[in-house]
């Protein structure tokens, strides 16, 4: 069995390992050789980010087959309320088609949350707040479209946790070895 290496990943930060000149890569962040990504995190996304040296657990992790989910905490402008929960909860008419059902809640800003770098941008008579949805599905960025049809636009957006695991003790930029268990892996 490999091995699983959960990454924080900063905002900014592309999901590959070759080096583009612009923006910087996961070369800048993990030393270990053999790692690649279980999946994407598009590079105005921060959050937890899955590698592993076994292209068979990598392949499973991926797998929609599997239905890891996924949770994201989302910044959004405008006032969160239940309407657009339940709108999230059913399932979201996208150009691709319509969302799988999804879990969906209005949250307080995470405690201990990190600065992102650069900041968002704030408009003073426009409000925010936070939202936590947990999807099943990978269509292309899906959350942000997802919030914009529900009429609140993305500002930030840091996936929490796939499947068993979590963001839980990694600052952005940090990564921490972990063994693969795929016990609950059909949540």
């Not at 994407?40 to 929609?64: A, C, F, K, N, W």
Request: a positive charge; charged letters at 25%.
């Amino acid at each position: 069995m490999g091995h699983i290496l959960l990454f924080n990943k900063p905002y900014g930060v592309i999901c590959q390992f070759s080096r583009d000149g612009l923006h910087p890569t996961l070369a800048d962040y993990i030393a270990l050789p053999d790692f690649y990504p279980a999946g994407r995190l598009d590079t105005d996304s921060e959050g937890l980010l899955v590698l592993t040296d076994d292209g068979q657990l990598q392949h499973r992790i991926t797998d929609p087959k599997h239905k890891l989910s996924k949770t994201y905490w989302v910044q959004v402008e405008g006032i969160a309320n239940e309407a657009a929960m339940v709108q999230l909860q059913r399932g979201v008419q996208l150009k691709d088609g319509l969302t799988l059902p999804a879990e969906a809640q209005i949250m307080d800003e995470p405690a201990h949350l990190w600065q992102r770098d650069p900041p968002v941008r704030e408009r003073k008579n426009i409000p925010t707040s936070w939202i936590a949805l947990t999807i099943r599905e990978g269509k292309n960025r899906q959350v942000r479209r997802m919030t914009a049809a529900v009429g609140l636009p993305t500002l930030r957006l840091i996936r929490y946790r796939i499947g068993e695991w979590t963001l839980q003790g990694l600052a952005p930029g940090e990564s921490r070895l972990e063994n693969p268990t795929l016990k609950n892996h059909a949540r």
